[in-house]
């Protein structure tokens, strides 16, 4: 399905953010716009992939500046999209009234009983008080992400894939990625596939399409967190026309080579295009901490090494960029071995058999 330009999504609320704060101080920043995107063209596409801190912020202020930090070193890095991780838009929940109240009950000190609680990483999250914490701050927590990307998207004029967040839509949880254009205006969205532990844990509503977004500088899908796991999903993105495959991903705990290997660098070989892959690092004060798996992934025809790496953060566990150039031209010859690999002595021989 190609997907351009749908609605903003809807979503429930009692406390809302007010746009016009969260312009003021995006505009208090200073911001001037960037020029990686007056020229776009299909042989050198501008690609970073942020790995980004989680961090408790106590303050829209804080928030919006630190976002602006991660998008601003990706601009300096030419970059014309910017791939965020994985549930980064849940980052200013605790900027919402109660936010705090609400993030210290996720993980009880002292279990009840009979309570199915969700593991992550050996710790025990109680998916009844995150629904709680989503019924009650999620609108106010998706409007912050929502305007402060849109913004940023617009003052930099740079393309922003946002990342993920799960948020109330139409009275169900969705677990939604957001793409926003060089305008700040909502590009397109892309709901996730698969449910993982966390997605049954909460009762979120699956995604039902794969949606190839086109862009100037080519065409590009988004799997969501687990949907990068299942080689399935990617290849209806590929035959829908996608060139590059735009990963927010979270890796809980460690991220070490088999997780390089796997998930989007192997979706990536499977269907000779680039992949994306953006994480987020550090301790949640949950139990459990994040590694980041920064990874920018081309075929291995284009790679002296063939382990996928076409660019990589410098750590995984520290806040971090990844940027490079990618050639779209070049996929288109890539040699298929189950087309182009032509051995004429033994079609002369067998011509008759086959044809």
């Known amino acids: 399905m190609k997907d351009s330009s749908p609605g903003v999504p809807s979503f429930i609320d009692i406390d809302k953010v007010s746009p016009e704060a969260i312009e003021k101080l995006v505009s208090a920043l200073r911001i001037l716009p960037s020029g990686n995107l007056d020229i776009c063209m299909s042989k050198a596409v501008g690609v970073a992939a942020l790995q980004v801190q989680v961090k408790i912020y106590n303050d829209l202020p804080g928030y919006i500046a630190d976002m602006n930090s991660y998008i601003a070193k990706a601009v300096n890095h030419r970059a014309q999209i910017i791939v965020m991780p994985a549930l980064a838009g849940l980052l200013p ?16 000190a002292e279990k009840v009983e009979g309570v199915n609680y969700y593991m992550v990483g050996g710790a025990a999250i109680d998916p009844l008080a995150v629904r709680n914490m989503m019924s009650d701050i999620s609108g106010y927590a998706f409007e912050a992400y929502f305007h402060t990307m849109s913004m940023l998207a617009a003052r930099h004029r740079v393309y922003i894939m946002a990342g993920s967040t799960i948020y109330f839509d139409d009275y169900e949880l969705c677990h939604r990625a957001l793409l926003f254009n060089d305008q700040g205006t909502l590009a397109g969205y892309q709901d996730k596939i698969s449910q993982g532990p966390l997605e049954l844990a909460l009762g979120v509503r699956p ?61 990536a070989q499977e269907n000779h295009i680039y992949a994306v892959l953006s994480s987020m690092v550090g301790e949640t004060g949950l139990g459990f901490s994040l590694e980041g ?7 291995n025809e284009f790679l002296i090494h063939k382990n996928g790496v076409a660019a990589k953060t410098s750590g995984r566990h520290s806040p971090d960029v990844a940027s490079l150039l990618f050639n779209l031209d070049r996929l288109d010859d890539i040699e298929n071995p189950y087309t182009q690999d032509i051995n004429e002595e033994f079609m002369l021989k067998n011509i008759e058999r086959l044809y």
């Open 293 to 299: 798996g920064g990874r920018l992934f081309a075929p």
């Open 207 to 267: 995604g039902s399409e794969v949606k190839v977004f086109d862009t100037p500088m080519g065409p590009m899908s988004i799997l969501v967190g687990s949907d990068a796991s299942y080689f399935e999903i990617a290849r209806v993105a590929t035959r829908l026309g996608a060139k590059i495959l735009l990963c927010p991903g979270v890796f809980v705990n460690a991220y070490g080579p088999v997780d390089s290997r796997l998930g989007a660098n192997m979706r």
């Open 93 to 108: 929940i605790t900027t919402a009234p109660l936010g705090h109240a609400h993030l210290m009950q996720l993980n009880p």
